[in-house]
């Protein structure tokens, strides 16, 4: 069964340095997230994309955050100077063209430790 | 914005016995998610409801769509270990390039 892969699973870095989390999400799909969810906390939307441009984002997504699609299967979170508060689990998830509005298919998230 | 309320926020269960978790919101959805997910894992889908009063039901688990399209319910009949878990609702509004908004999630804990 298709699924949405993210690469790192777990990552730890210093405060201040830049980190991607890439993910490919399924094939046919062409609508494309990313959530975060702090340890205990909700799973939080972070930024829609489609048609290679950013949908919609929510105000966790600040300047320090970007997103890209950079060949026709990764999309990758790039974060540019890590602060102690990102560390989170942070989750893709994409979903099908003609797929029910909510209905996502998540990946199985990357740990990102700031230190 | 759109807040859902999900309750009860932890629950410690007998095997065998019933159960009901609620996911209350005062906005109004165009569909609705269950999600289930384990420890270090992202959320898996178990349904999706999208008509008021809608109920779909899968195994032992019977997931209801309220009326107004606000709330929702997710009944699991003689719980079993393996249900053990974190069940998350989400709510999703057509057009809203958002597309989920979580609950806070119930954790369950199925006992042997």
């Known amino acids: 069964e298709p699924e949405v892969t993210q690469t790192p699973s777990h990552q730890v870095t210093q405060m201040g340095q830049e980190v991607i989390l890439r993910c490919v999400p399924i094939s046919n799909h062409l609508y494309f997230y990313w959530y975060r969810q702090i340890l205990g906390q909700k799973v939080e939307f972070l930024v829609s994309?489609?048609?290679?441009?950013?949908?919609?984002k929510s105000e966790i997504f600040d300047d320090q955050f970007s997103v890209e699609r950079p060949d026709g299967s990764n999309f990758t979170l790039k974060i540019r100077s890590t602060k102690l508060e990102d560390s989170a689990m942070y989750f893709c998830?994409?979903?099908?063209?003609?797929?029910?509005?909510?209905?996502?298919?998540f990946g199985e998230g990357s740990r990102l430790t700031v230190l | 914005t759109q807040l859902l309320e999900q309750s009860p926020q932890f629950l410690s269960i007998q095997e065998g016995e019933n159960l009901t978790v609620y996911c209350n919101s005062s906005?109004?959805?165009?569909?609705l998610q269950w999600y289930r997910q384990e420890p270090g894992e992202g959320p898996v889908l178990l349904v999706t409801?999208?008509?008021?009063?809608e109920v779909k039901k899968l195994k032992r688990l019977t997931f209801q769509f309220g009326d107004a399209r606000k709330d929702s319910s997710l009944h699991i009949t003689a719980a079993q270990p393996g249900d053990t878990g974190l069940y998350l609702c989400?709510?999703?509004?057509?057009?809203?390039?958002?597309?989920?908004?979580f609950g806070s999630g119930t954790q369950l804990t199925v006992l042997p």
């Open positions: 989400a709510g999703a509004t057509t057009g809203s390039a958002r597309q989920l908004t």
């Open positions: 994309f489609y048609n290679n441009e950013i949908s919609e």
């Open positions: 906005s109004v959805f165009s569909s």
């Open positions: 409801v999208v008509t008021g009063g």
């Open positions: 998830a994409s979903r099908k063209t003609s797929g029910i509005v909510g209905e996502l298919f």
